[in-house]
């Protein structure tokens, strides 16, 4: 069993107003040193796979056919073992 971590964020090349509105007002709170804000999405999900490779595939598929828009978006996934547990 594997708790994975799914971080999506806009591409860099495309715009990130809502980022940009956050950085503004990080900046309006006095924190100048704040640049490049960029928003995203995170999604945890416990993945029961035998291996990591096979919690990664799996993860992996289900981030590229439901939680991102491949012209938009990337995702980065971090795979943490767990203790598999039953469901009472």
């Known amino acids: 069993m594997f708790h994975a971590t ?4 806009l591409r860099s090349s495309i715009l990130d107003p ?7 007002g990080i900046h309006s ?10 928003m ?17 595939h799996m993860a992996e598929e289900v981030a590229r056919k439901l939680l991102a828009n491949p012209v938009m978006e990337d995702f ?4 943490t073992p767990t203790e598999r547990t039953v469901p009472s």
């Open 29 to 38: 709170l006095g924190f100048d040193a704040v640049a490049n804000v960029r």
């Open 40 to 56: 995203g999405k995170l999604i945890e999900m416990d993945v029961d796979a035998a291996t990591e490779a096979e919690a990664r």
């Open 18 to 24: 809502q980022g940009k509105a956050v950085e503004h």
């Open 76 to 79: 980065r996934i971090v795979l």
């Open 6 to 9: 799914v971080s999506v964020t």
